[in-house]
């Protein structure tokens, strides 16, 4: 059984740093696509970042510069390094996954089969 348990959310003010986590089990993790999504409140999810089993990643535009993924495929596990982090950053960060490589859209919500419950970050001015 797939599972993704994500941590380290929690509140900063406007330019403080949070790393999320993502613990994952139940599938081959270095085989897999991952990545990191948010939902602003009232918003739909979007994706912020991913990472495939080679290290290639992927960012949306507007975290560029500022949120780092990286994975320890040995530990398997998934993190966010997020710096100087803005009110719009705030929302519910989902870890997701898929086992593939190479995906044509690998921020696209869509590709993902495996899910974690989210972890709330909160970014206040």
């Known amino acids: 059984q797939v599972q993704l348990v994500e941590s380290g959310g929690g509140s900063v003010q406007t330019g403080g740093s949070l790393r999320l986590s993502c613990a994952a089990s139940g599938l081959s993790y270095s085989a897999t696509c991952m990545a990191w999504f948010r939902q602003p409140p009232g918003q739909t999810r979007e994706g912020v970042a991913s990472i495939d089993g080679d290290g290639t990643t992927y960012y949306a535009d507007s975290v560029k510069g500022r949120f780092t993924i990286s994975r320890d495929n040995p530990k398997d596990i998934l993190s966010l390094q997020m710096n100087s982090l803005k009110p719009e950053d705030s929302g519910m960060y989902y870890c997701?996954?898929?086992?593939?490589?190479?995906?044509?859209?690998?921020?696209?919500?869509?590709?993902?089969?495996?899910w974690g419950h989210g972890t709330q970050v909160t970014v206040s001015s």
């Open positions: 997701a996954a898929v086992i593939a490589f190479g995906l044509r859209s690998p921020l696209s919500e869509s590709n993902y089969r495996f």
